[in-house]
T-cell receptor
Framework: GAGVSQSPSNKVTEKGKDVELRCDPI?????LYWYRQSLGQGLEFLIY????????KSGLPSDRFSAERTGGSVSTLTIQRTQQEDSAVYLC?????????????FGSGTRLTVV | KQEVTQIPAALSVPEGENLVLNCSFT??????LQWFRQDPGKGLTSLLL?????REQTSGRLNASLDKSSGRSTLYIAASQPGDSATYLC?????????FGTGTSLTVIP
């Protein structure tokens, strides 16, 4: 596609429910990243996919968070048993090559609110 | 771990003024540095990308410089306009991920 597409744009969920956030990167981009931006905070790295390599999960805050990338394209970030502190904007970015040689392109994000 | 700092945290200027936003990073072993703009409730829009071998990049009224040895980058905005009001983020790329500063919130007063 022309840009990085994320869905849904907004999600309100009850505490304890599971949620899935979707990211469709730019076609041909081999690297995909998930970041989280909490209110008034900077961007927090969550996970990084590069081609068929094992993902870098070092930023996932707890085992309630997981992500997968199917066929080297679309990625889904899953949060199980959501907590109020999970409320944030979840941003996805893709990059043409490893190491972000050509920089990142971001999607417009999913605003998650846990009530 | 790379630490990225942006100063000032907030800036308010009258329309037409030239301004400089500052970004500093602790680990000079970066591949590149990228400046982004974020409007309220929106994602990040890339403004400029400077590779580690470059000293500066220009796009329209924007000019970004990079001094790896001192761990600094600046974003210069010429003849500011109200439409430039947004949060500006810099991000230093060390390979597997970009490390972001917390941003400078810019308000340009008409």
């Amino acid at each position: 596609g022309a840009g990085v597409s994320q869905s849904p744009s907004n999600k309100v969920t009850e505490k304890g429910k599971d949620v899935e956030l979707r990211c469709d990167p730019i076609s041909g981009h081999t690297a995909l990243y998930w970041y989280r931006q909490s209110l008034g905070q900077g961007l927090e790295f969550l996970i990084y996919f590069q081609g068929n390599s094992a993902p870098d999960k070092s930023g996932l805050p707890s085992d309630r968070f997981s992500a997968e990338r199917t066929g080297g394209s679309v990625s889904t970030l899953t949060i199980q048993r959501t907590q109020q502190e999970d409320s944030a904007v979840y941003l996805c970015a893709s990059s043409l090559l490893t190491g972000g040689v050509y920089g990142y392109t971001f999607g417009s994000g999913t605003r998650l609110t846990v009530v | 771990k790379q630490e990225v700092t942006q100063i000032p945290a907030a800036l308010s200027v009258p329309e037409g003024e030239n301004l400089v936003l500052n970004c500093s990073f602790t680990d000079s072993a970066i591949y590149n540095l990228q400046w982004f703009r974020q409007d309220p409730g929106k994602g990040l829009t890339s403004l400029l990308l400077i590779q580690s071998s470059q000293r500066e990049q220009t796009s329209g009224r924007l000019n970004a410089s990079l001094d790896k040895s001192s761990g600094r980058s600046t974003l210069y905005i010429a003849a500011s306009q109200p439409g430039d009001s947004a949060t500006y983020l810099c991000a230093a790329n060390t390979g597997n991920q970009f490390y972001f500063g917390t941003g400078t919130s810019l308000t340009v007063i008409p």
